[in-house]
């Protein structure tokens, strides 16, 4: 699979992305066919991409388009998608019904279904239950691959382990990850244990929400609410770092997003960029033919560790 990955969690959603489909659903199919031919070829999705009556939007949208590429294109890529652990989906058999919906919506193409975020905290038996259903899918060939998001190590140790003794391995991890993401020792510590075990980390809002792609002279103000109220806060407290970005940027011939995920991958992660135009898939696909320097790491690492407020903390997150 391709160094970086796109990921569709703006296709469909209103309140953070400001998704119109009308407006933005022939430029959706158009990013996407950039990736694809620029060398993107794992694809993150979920089926609770989409707010409200566009739920599941995200994976529709994704399914027509992946139907319009021809085979050869088809079968180079990795859709990896994400079922949601809600109260009411319980049981070694929750998640069946969502799969299926999933894999309609996707035109049955899913190569890897992850658990989008950990119940540990308040029904670890449910938990239990729906990565034993995962395993039950994967041995019965309807997915190649099991992936989780959202938890940290002792649980992933816990989860890797559980699939392990029915020898299913566990494909990767997928956390926040950026320049601004809180929690970065405890993401260090799962970089660490993913190594050992050869699992894929994959780095989510590798870029903060676009923060990280702003010029520190710039003052670009979001249209929804929840983005902009994030960039008031980021924005000035992140001038010294975002000129660190621009510095090497300019001396790449590069863009800072494309140093920002670069940055995620020196450190081992696959970032997954959210692309909504061509323009930012075509950056993507680019950001995949070069690497920082070990001095540019260095210098980047010291810039981001003394930022000192970051992208809020996902109260998903387990231990």
Known sequence: MSSIGFGTWSWGNKLIWGYIPEKDDQLLEQAFKVAINNGLTFIDTADSYGIGQLN?????????????????????????????????RLGRKGFNQA?????????NKIDRVQLHWSTSRYAPWQEAQLIDGLGDLYE????????????GPIRLQWIYNRLKERGIALK??????SLLSPQQKTTHKLINICKKLNIELLAYSPLALGVLGISPKAEKVPKTFLRRTIFNRLLPATIELREGLEKIAKERHVSQAQVALNWCRSH???????????????????????????????FLDRLSNEVKIRMPNNPLLSD
């Open 99 to 107: 799969f299926k919906a999933s894999k309609e919506r996707l035109n």
């Open 56 to 88: 599941g939007r995200s994976e529709k949208l994704l399914g027509k388009y992946l139907e319009r590429l021809n085979i050869s294109k088809k079968k180079s890529i990795i859709v990896a998608t994400k079922l949601a652990p809600y109260p009411w």
């Open 172 to 177: 990767s991890i997928q956390v926040q990850f």
């Open 140 to 151: 019965n060939g309807e997915i190649a691959e099991v992936g989780v998001s959202n938890m």
């Open 268 to 298: 081992g992660t696959i970032p997954i960029a959210g692309i909504r135009n061509p323009i930012h898939a075509k950056d993507i696909g680019s950001a995949c033919k070069w690497t920082l320097f070990e001095k540019e790491k260095v």
